[in-house]
């Protein structure tokens, strides 16, 4: 079994930076792809991106591709969404999620381990 804790989220002026983390511990998490998703007010869940296992494939939404960035570090059992040039439309609460096995995708659906998400909100 998996835990995953977000961290880094609150609030920033449009055009600033965060660094969000999600932090695991249990399970071979080395081994999983992990993905963020996110869910503004009034709005239905979404992908942000994914980080394969190894870090070698990472896969953006259209909407925040340039602009964030994913990474991990095994070694921590860590893996960073670092968001630049946010907008309005970022505000929302960042979970990520795990999955059981190592290839990332965009579906929700893959992802077994559920953070429980941090709070992002981008002022104009």
């Known amino acids: 079994q998996v835990q995953l804790v977000e961290s880094g989220g609150g609030l920033v002026q449009a055009g600033g930076s965060l660094r969000l983390s999600c932090a695991a511990s249990?399970?071979?998490?080395?081994?999983?792809?992990v993905a963020w998703f996110r869910q503004g007010p009034g709005k239905e869940r979404e992908f942000v991106g994914t980080i394969a296992w190894s870090g070698g494939s990472i896969y953006y939404a259209e909407s925040v591709k340039g602009r964030f960035t994913i990474s991990r570090d095994n070694a921590k059992s860590t893996v960073y969404l670092q968001m630049n040039s946010l907008k309005p439309e970022d505000t929302a609460v960042y979970y990520c999620?795990?999955?059981?096995?190592?290839?990332?995708?965009?579906?929700?659906?893959?992802?077994?381990?559920w953070g429980q998400g941090t709070q992002v909100t981008v002022s104009s």
């Open positions: 999620a795990a999955a059981k096995r190592p290839v990332a995708t965009a579906a929700a659906r893959d992802y077994a381990y």
């Open positions: 249990g399970g071979i998490f080395s081994a999983s792809a």
